[in-house]
């Protein structure tokens, strides 16, 4: 049979910008009834407080430019809400830029190279209390085909981020061909689960895993599928832009109009060509995207 222990320890206070934030990890794990730190644990912290470590703090009213700024790729965009894959790599609302559970008035970026942050994480850990650990940079993210957000490692060292189990057989012998364990999201999840929300618990403890903690381990960048991997690059709408205006000889113009809306978006797209056919079936058909609506669910 197997087991995980998982526990998050109370006693962080607010991290700023400089703080030694593995120093004050390891003192809070070393107290809690589960601590210390023992050899094969796998540490799970939120962005947030090595963000607010690393000084990724910003004013709330640099938000907006901030999220252009580490914009790379426009997924969707409806109204005011922006998916889009920002400068780690990652598909999130805003690029992961964050105003809860911080200082009225600011925002947080995300770490800015989030395997690095893990990397210095874990050499100090192992430092502090003499064992072999793993540690994931946990954040929040939604999920494309479900509703709700759970947290994934964004991060990672010292833990392998991906079990193959390709090649493999199951128990009635059929051989298992593309099946790869996404197990640094798992333990991000896992650990969320203790340190809630709202509990100030920016750390938990995935104890049981000893296995998957090794010294040389690609980091959780590895886990993102962006470029030709990507089988939905971009939403209904974006799409068809995107394709418009590459057929108009303009994806250049691609950051600019999808943030136009509805007619205005339309116009800007129909400007860019002198023959009415083209002009009128374009119109057409950024207005079919604009008003395709999936299927209602069926009924129970």
Same mark, same amino acid.
Request: no cysteine; hydrophobic share 45%; net charge negative.
């Given at each position: 049979?197997s087991?995980?222990?998982?526990?998050?320890p109370?006693?962080?206070? *607010?991290v700023?910008a400089?703080?030694?934030?593995?120093?004050?990890?390891h003192?809070?794990?070393?107290?809690?009834?589960? $601590?210390?730190?023992?050899?094969?644990?796998?540490v799970?912290?939120?962005?947030?407080?090595v963000?607010?470590?690393?000084g990724?703090?910003?004013?709330a009213?640099?938000?907006?430019?901030?999220?252009?700024a580490? %914009?790379? +790729? %426009?997924?969707?965009?409806?109204?005011?809400?922006?998916?889009?894959?920002?400068?780690?790599?990652?598909?999130?609302?805003?690029a992961?830029?964050? &105003?809860s559970?911080?200082?009225?008035?600011?925002?947080?970026?995300l770490?800015?190279?989030?395997?690095?942050?893990a990397?210095?994480?874990?050499?100090?850990?192992?430092?502090l209390?003499?064992?072999?650990? $793993?540690?994931?940079?946990?954040?929040?993210s939604g999920?494309?085909? +479900?509703?709700?957000q759970t947290?994934?490692?964004?991060?990672?060292?010292? =833990?392998?981020?991906?079990?193959?189990?390709?090649?493999?057989t199951?128990?009635?012998?059929?051989?298992?061909?593309?099946?790869q364990?996404a197990?640094?999201?798992?333990?991000?999840?896992?650990?969320?689960?203790?340190?809630?929300? /709202?509990?100030?618990r920016?750390?938990?403890?995935?104890?049981?895993?000893?296995a998957?903690?090794v010294?040389?381990?690609?980091?959780? +960048?590895? /886990?993102t599928?962006?470029?030709?991997?990507?089988?939905?690059a971009?939403?209904?709408?974006?799409? =068809?832009?995107?394709?418009?205006?590459?057929?108009? &000889?303009?994806? $250049?113009?691609?950051?600019? /109009?999808?943030?136009?809306?509805?007619?205005?978006?339309?116009?800007?797209?129909?400007?860019?060509?002198? *023959?009415?056919? =083209?002009? %009128?079936?374009?119109?057409d058909? /950024?207005d079919?995207?604009?008003?395709t609506?999936?299927?209602?669910?069926?009924?129970a």
């Amino acid at each position: 049979m197997s087991r995980l222990l998982v526990f998050a320890p109370d006693g962080i206070g *607010d991290v700023a910008a400089g703080d030694d934030l593995a120093a004050m990890l390891h003192e809070a794990l070393a107290a809690d009834p589960d $601590g210390p730190l023992r050899d094969g644990d796998v540490v799970v912290v939120t962005s947030k407080v090595v963000s607010k470590a690393e000084g990724r703090t910003v004013a709330a009213e640099d938000r907006d430019p901030v999220v252009a700024a580490e %914009t790379v +790729r %426009t997924v969707a965009r409806r109204g005011t809400v922006r998916i889009v894959e920002n400068r780690q790599g990652l598909v999130q609302a805003a690029a992961g830029v964050d &105003a809860s559970n911080v200082a009225p008035g600011t925002a947080l970026l995300l770490p800015a190279d989030p395997d690095a942050s893990a990397r210095r994480l874990r050499e100090r850990l192992q430092q502090l209390s003499g064992v072999r650990l $793993g540690v994931v940079v946990s954040d929040t993210s939604g999920r494309a085909w +479900r509703r709700g957000q759970t947290d994934l490692a964004i991060g990672a060292a010292g =833990v392998l981020p991906v079990l193959d189990y390709g090649g493999r057989t199951d128990p009635w012998g059929n051989e298992l061909v593309v099946t790869q364990m996404a197990v640094a999201d798992e333990v991000a999840a896992a650990g969320d689960l203790v340190k809630a929300k /709202l509990g100030r618990r920016p750390v938990a403890v995935v104890r049981g895993l000893a296995a998957l903690v090794v010294d040389e381990a690609p980091g959780a +960048r590895s /886990l993102t599928r962006t470029g030709p991997g990507d089988l939905f690059a971009r939403g209904t709408r974006e799409a =068809v832009l995107h394709a418009a205006l590459g057929a108009l &000889a303009a994806p $250049g113009r691609y950051e600019e /109009l999808v943030a136009l809306e509805g007619e205005e978006l339309t116009d800007a797209v129909v400007a860019l060509t002198d *023959d009415a056919s =083209v002009a %009128t079936f374009l119109s057409d058909l /950024l207005d079919a995207a604009r008003h395709t609506e999936p299927p209602a669910p069926p009924q129970a």
